[in-house]
């Protein structure tokens, strides 16, 4: 988990990567629909991938600084072939 120096002081930063569009789309809606609003899907260039099929989607997420958060979306990205960041401004 990661507070951004800009963020509220009240809200964390999420990162969720993976490997198929389709999956972080979903997990996007399915975080939306339960009522977090802080839910974006980008496509993100990761460290020592040139190519631009290579890159992967990532799912940020905004909540409360809640542990519970970083345990769920790490499972939920392991689950979708993916992984959590837990620093993703860092």
């Known amino acids: 988990m990661?507070?951004?120096?800009?963020?509220?002081?009240?809200?964390t930063e999420h990162l969720l990567v993976l490997?198929?569009?389709e999956s972080a789309e979903e997990i996007a809606e399915?975080?939306?629909s339960e009522g977090l609003s802080e839910v974006r899907v980008v496509r993100e260039a990761?460290?020592?991938?040139d190519d631009a099929e290579d890159?992967?989607?990532?799912?940020?997420?905004?909540?409360?600084p809640d542990r519970a958060y970083a345990v769920r979306f790490a499972a939920l990205a392991a689950a979708h072939g993916g992984w959590?960041?837990?620093?993703?401004?860092g």
Do not use: I, K, Q
């Open 2 to 11: 990661c507070t951004t120096p800009d963020a509220e002081p009240s809200r």
């Open 19 to 21: 490997p198929e569009r």
């Open 30 to 32: 399915d975080l939306e």
């Open 46 to 49: 990761l460290a020592g991938e």
């Open 55 to 64: 890159h992967e989607w990532a799912v940020y997420v905004r909540t409360s």
């Open 84 to 89: 959590y960041d837990p620093n993703p401004h």
